[in-house]
C-alpha cells in the first residue's frame, strides 16, 4: 500500500515552509501602501489608513515654533475574499504518495498572489492617474527609467523614497537588454538571473498581469502612496469548534495575514485544504506615471 504522506502532514510545517514562497509571490506589494496592522484587527467592512503629506522646510533662526502637520486619510472596504481549496478524497489518498506543500500549496498561494496583483493593476488607469507617456518595449531603456524618477520628483512632487516601478515582461525585458551594454563588466547576478537592479531610485517588477487594462498599459512607475492595501485576520473561532486546523502566516515586511486551514469532510469523504485572503485595495495619491505603448 502507497505511504499516506498527506495525512501525516502538519498544517503548521506545510504553513511554515511556504513563507519563501509567500513573500516571493507577494514581493511587489513591498511598493505600496499597506495595512495590516494590529489597528485592522476590528470589525468592520471597511479600514481607514493614513499616509503622511509632504511638508515644506521652515527657518528655524528665531525659534522652534510646531508647524502644521497633515495625515491624508484613505478609506479601503474590505470587500475581496479570497483563496483557493482543494481537496482528496479518501481513495485518492490511499493511492498515491503526495509531497502536498511542493504541488499543491504553491500554486495555490501564486494564484492568490496573482488575484491581488491584478486587482492592484486594475487601478492603473488613465482615470486615475493622468501623468503617462509613451514608449515601446524595443525603446525602453534606462534613460526611460530616469524620466520617470524626474516625472515624479519634478512634476508629481513625490518623494524619493519609496518609489516602484511594475512592467510587463516585455518591457521588463528590455530593462534586462541594458545591462549587457552598461558600464558592468562580465557576467554578474543580475545577468546571470535576468533581474533589473534598482535604477533611478525604483525597484522593479516584472508580472504578467500587467496587461493593457483596455488602454494600452504597459509599466508603472509610482510612489508608494499611490496603491493601498488593507487587510484583516479572518476569524476563527467558530471554525476551531468545529476542529478546523488553522494557522495565520504574517509575510515579513508586509504584515500580510494569510490564512492556512486543513478540515475533514466525513460527508464527502475528504480531506481539505484552504489558503486565503481578506482585503481591499484602493487608489491614494496621483503619484503615479503609467507607460503606454500607443
Not at 55 to 61: E, G
Not at 129 to 134: D, N, V
Amino acid at each position: 500500500m502507497a505511504t499516506n504522506t498527506i495525512a501525516g502532514a502538519n498544517l503548521a510545517q506545510i504553513a511554515e515552509e511556504t513563507l519563501p514562497h509567500l513573500q516571493s509571490c507577494f514581493a511587489p506589494l513591498a511598493g505600496i501602501v499597506t495595512d495590516f496592522s494590529d489597528d485592522v484587527a476590528q470589525a468592520g467592512a471597511s479600514v481607514t489608513t493614513r499616509y503622511a503629506t509632504k511638508p515644506s522646510a521652515v527657518d528655524l533662526s528665531s525659534g522652534y515654533t510646531s508647524q502644521n502637520t497633515a495625515l491624508t486619510a484613505a478609506t479601503v472596504s474590505l470587500d475581496t475574499f479570497y483563496g483557493f481549496v482543494y481537496g482528496f478524497k479518501d481513495d485518492e489518498r490511499s493511492k498515491s504518495s503526495i509531497h502536498l506543500n511542493d504541488t499543491f500549496i504553491s500554486p495555490a498561494v501564486q494564484s492568490l498572489g496573482d488575484k491581488v496583483f491584478g486587482d492592484l493593476w486594475n487601478i492603473v488607469t488613465a482615470a486615475n492617474f493622468a501623468t503617462s507617456s509613451t514608449v515601446t518595449a524595443a525603446n525602453f531603456d534606462r534613460d526611460d527609467v530616469v524620466d520617470l524618477a524626474v516625472s515624479l520628483t519634478d512634476t508629481l512632487k513625490a518623494p524619493k523614497i519609496g518609489r516602484t516601478l511594475w512592467a510587463d515582461p516585455s518591457h521588463y525585458g528590455a530593462l534586462v537588454k541594458t545591462l549587457n551594454s552598461a558600464e558592468i563588466p562580465g557576467m554578474t547576478a543580475e545577468k546571470t538571473e535576468g533581474m533589473v537592479p534598482r535604477v533611478s531610485g525604483f525597484d522593479i517588477y516584472e508580472s504578467d498581469l500587467c496587461d493593457d487594462n483596455g488602454e494600452n498599459l504597459a509599466a508603472f512607475a509610482f510612489h508608494k502612496s499611490a496603491l493601498i492595501m488593507a487587510g484583516r485576520s479572518v476569524d476563527t473561532e467558530l471554525a476551531a469548534q468545529a476542529g478546523v486546523e488553522v494557522e495565520n502566516v504574517v509575510i515579513p515586511g508586509l504584515n500580510l495575514p494569510v490564512q492556512f486551514r486543513r478540515w475533514y469532510d466525513p460527508t464527502l469523504g475528504e480531506l481539505k485544504y484552504s489558503v486565503g485572503l481578506l482585503y481591499g485595495v484602493a487608489k491614494g495619491t496621483g503619484m503615479g506615471h503609467r507607460i503606454v505603448t500607443a
